[in-house]
């Protein structure tokens, strides 16, 4: 698997960076940050084949059907309210199973509980073989969540429907008619616990209708911890919309903005929920901030100054291919 020559892919960028010749500062700079980009899409793409890989092994559970739930095992789970394996201690081997109170056919949630038993073991090996993916899951609209690693479903409403966020709504008929892997880069809080995240949805048909929602979800802190913390550079990744997603405490506080802490959790998340606007670029109490918020973003510029103090702090960005995010470095 691609994914397995990170740590060899990574040293040769960083090896190749440090022996250039440094011919221009300008092209050194964009050189290093173009290497991060093109680091971080390489993975991003591995993840894409294998939700595809999935996807398609999902749509093979439904042939043959009726011979599938006649060898399917009825005792595999034991639904005991709204979850199975839903609690603390719950066998770690299994996915967690959530039917919300709202779920109105429960043949039909029985039916697709028992087909897709198989899926325990790809989600079981997507996690273990891709360590950034946090998470492996599909939601359907017929209300039945299957999520490795299993989770306690306390952190959900019982009547919570899933269908209303967008790790399932962004891949559904409306909003997916292409039918294919969709990237939910705006950041949110997980609802089961996990943090801010990103998502990687797939839509799943068969017999004519969308059967569920795959999702891949990547945490903020898997973000940070496996690509912006290998490099030395002050790093910062923002979304289209000037908020920043992830970056190094010194590069963000450069820019007038408070400091990145994961979620505590107070009380369920029953929506989506996004990060707060304190953390957008085009909101920084420094009006110069703002201005190159705007510069970045509406004027596509990729060579900015930020005057701090009596100095003056380069920033140079360069703008993904796969997600709508931008990668600026702050140079001190």
């Not at 993975?43 to 999935?54: F, G, K, M, Y």
């Amino acid at each position: 698997m691609k994914g397995l020559f990170y740590f060899c892919f990574f040293s040769f960028i960083c090896l190749f960076s440090c022996s250039q010749p440094k011919d221009s500062e300008g092209k050194t700079d964009f050189f290093e940050i173009n290497s991060f980009i093109s680091l971080l899409e390489y993975d991003l793409e591995v993840i894409e084949d294998e939700i595809v890989r999935l996807g398609r092994f999902s749509e093979e559970l439904f042939q043959d059907k009726k011979a599938k739930l006649a060898n399917a095992d009825p005792d595999k789970y034991k639904i005991a309210g709204v979850s199975a394996n839903s609690e603390p201690g719950a066998d770690p081997e299994k996915s967690s199973l959530f039917i919300p109170t709202i779920s109105d056919n429960k043949e039909l949630v029985k039916e697709l509980m028992l087909l897709t038993n198989p899926l325990d073991d790809e989600f079981k090996r997507i996690v273990k073989d891709i360590p950034v993916v946090s998470q492996v899951y599909f939601n359907s609209k017929y209300h039945l969540n299957r999520l490795f690693p299993p989770y306690d479903v306390n952190l959900l409403e019982p009547d919570i429907d899933v269908t209303k966020f967008n790790f399932y709504y962004e891949g559904d008929e409306k909003n997916n008619p292409s039918k294919v892997p969709v990237w939910v880069d705006e950041i949110y809080i997980d609802p089961v616990g996990r943090g801010w995240m990103i998502t990687l949805t797939n839509p799943v048909y068969a017999e004519g209708e969308l059967k569920m929602v795959l999702g891949f979800d990547i945490t903020l802190n898997d973000i940070i911890e496996n690509y912006i913390n290998k490099t030395s550079n002050q790093l910062l990744i923002i979304d289209g919309t000037g908020t920043v997603v992830a970056g190094k405490t010194k590069a963000i506080e450069a820019l007038s903005l408070p400091s990145l802490k994961n979620y505590t959790y107070t009380q369920t998340i029953t929506s989506d929920s996004f990060r707060k606007e304190n953390f957008n670029l085009f909101k920084s109490k420094d009006k110069n901030v703002r201005i190159i918020a705007d510069k970045i973003i509406d004027s596509n510029e990729k060579t900015l100054w930020l005057s701090e103090g009596k100095s003056k702090l380069k920033i140079i960005c360069q703008k993904m291919t796969k997600l709508d995010w931008y990668v600026l470095e702050i140079q001190f």
